[in-house]
T-cell receptor, first 116, second 112 residues
């Protein structure tokens, strides 16, 4: 299994530009999570989906952030317009549906975003 | 609300045993997990406690006391490669499913 796939791995953009982060969860997993990690704020849950439906988006910082999951194998996190304070590592994670999988989240390698 | 507390840093020597504590406060507690993250890497799952007691996985063990809202991760026979950040995470039940809330992490330094 390829694991959780994220793209791009690195993104450098200028303030005001639109940024789109992509995630492909592990095949067969039915839960998907987007996290943001910074030194100051640690690992923050932004949003999570269950069976492609957004369940909790209370962690999404503001209206500039949006996330979609059009099907079970793909999700996007979009920032429009981007700001320097959005600079962080963004992780996507997925979780399976089996009894033995409910506790384990598998993280992708992350996207390192720098907004200048 | 939800909160987790764990020490920010721990230092130990190679071959020793170290315990990383975690206390939590949450409304819909369902279990406590531990994740390891090396610098520049992604968090990886170590262990999960849904019930009180000790879970052992090789050199790593994790303990949970639900009545005390407390858990710990125990690392034995420390190796240099164990230098990393360790996060406790609470699995919290909310409407529609479960979400995981992470602590701020404990940075473990293993010295020779």
């Amino acid at each position: 299994d390829a694991g959780v796939i994220q793209s791009p791995r690195h993104e450098v953009t200028e303030m005001g530009q639109e940024v789109t982060l992509r995630c492909k969860p592990i095949s067969g997993h039915n839960s998907l999570f987007w996290y943001r990690q910074t030194m100051m704020r640690g690992l923050e849950l932004l949003i999570y989906f269950n069976n492609n439906v957004p369940i909790d988006d209370s962690g999404m910082p503001e209206d500039r952030f949006s996330a979609k999951m059009p099907n079970a194998s793909f999700s996007t996190l979009k920032i429009q317009p981007s700001e320097p304070r959005d600079s962080a590592v963004y992780f996507c994670a997925s979780r399976g549906r089996g009894l033995g999988d409910l506790e384990t989240q598998y993280f992708g390698p992350g996207t390192r975003l720098l907004v200048l | 609300g939800q909160s987790l507390e764990q020490p920010s840093e721990v230092t130990a020597v190679e071959g020793a045993i170290v315990q990383i504590n975690c206390t939590y406060q949450t409304s819909g507690f369902y279990g406590l997990s531990w994740y390891q993250q090396h610098d520049g890497g992604a968090p990886t799952f170590l262990s999960y406690n849904g019930l009180d007691g000790l879970e052992e996985t090789g050199r790593f063990s994790s303990f949970l006391s639900r009545s005390d809202s407390y858990g710990y991760l125990l690392l034995q026979e420390l190796q240099m490669k164990d230098s990393a950040s360790y996060f406790c995470a609470v699995r919290d039940r909310n409407t529609g499913g479960f979400k995981t809330i992470f602590g701020a992490g404990t940075r473990l330094f293993v010295k020779a």
